[in-house]
């Protein structure tokens, strides 16, 4: 009887839920969507599909100066807008470290636009001007003689060197050279860059080195 009775009273009346409480809980959790989508999206631009050094030398052959297979690659991660970088490029410290060591040292340059106001566009119309076998071209004008980075600018930049500037123009609104210049800066990234000149020299990383610097870490290599 005892039993019975235990067991007729154990049942309860079910608890009603607050709907105001339903909707917050329902709030809190479309929020907590939003953030995750809104993280994935960052990551990706920030650190999207990996692409490894050979990858990203095989997209752009015309970024490189030396032999490709060199015992001492020497990489720089630049923007055009850069006085830093625009002070290490005018002093000459690149070609003379090439002439120096020959085909001992490999040169590539790769964007990481985090500097100046219109990086981003510069390191797109270099690109663009890779696509007509002049990168180097244009990247040396750029450091040298461009007075600024406007489009209007990078444009004219182009003509005075002789590009076809339909083509210029056009590869400038696509989005293969953007998508370059975003994956250039998502290894940047990944790499532990933090600002620019930097350069690895066989994977070492050091800022804004100086010529006698350079030297030194090419000849501890070779």
């Known amino acids: 009887m005892f039993e019975q009775n235990q067991m007729s009273g154990s049942s309860s009346p079910e608890k009603k839920v607050n709907p105001v409480w339903r909707w917050l809980k329902r709030i809190a959790l479309l929020l907590l969507l939003v953030v995750v989508a809104a993280g994935l999206f960052i990551g ?77 566009e510069a390191a797109i119309a270099a690109q663009c001007a890779g696509e007509q076998g002049a990168f180097w071209i244009y990247h040396d004008y750029l450091f040298e003689k461009a007075k600024g980075l406007t489009v209007a600018e990078l444009e004219n930049y182009a003509a005075e060197l002789g590009l076809d500037t339909r083509s210029f123009e056009t590869c400038m609104q696509s989005d293969e050279a953007r998508e370059y210049v975003e994956r250039d800066q998502r290894s940047a990234f990944r790499e532990g860059v933090r600002g620019t000149p930097a350069f690895f020299v066989n994977g070492r990383l050091v800022y804004n080195p100086s010529l006698e610097e350079l030297q030194s870490l090419v000849q501890d290599l070779q």
């Open 44 to 120: 990706y631009k920030l650190w999207g599909p990996v692409v490894t050094s050979d990858e990203l030398a095989a997209l752009s052959k015309e970024n490189i100066q030396g032999p490709i297979d060199a015992p001492v690659k020497i990489v720089e991660f630049g923007d055009f807008g850069c006085p830093t970088c625009r002070r290490w490029h005018r002093l000459g410290n690149k070609q003379k470290v090439m002439e120096m060591f020959g085909d001992q040292v490999s040169f590539t340059y790769r964007h990481f636009p985090v500097i100046s106001e219109n990086g981003t």
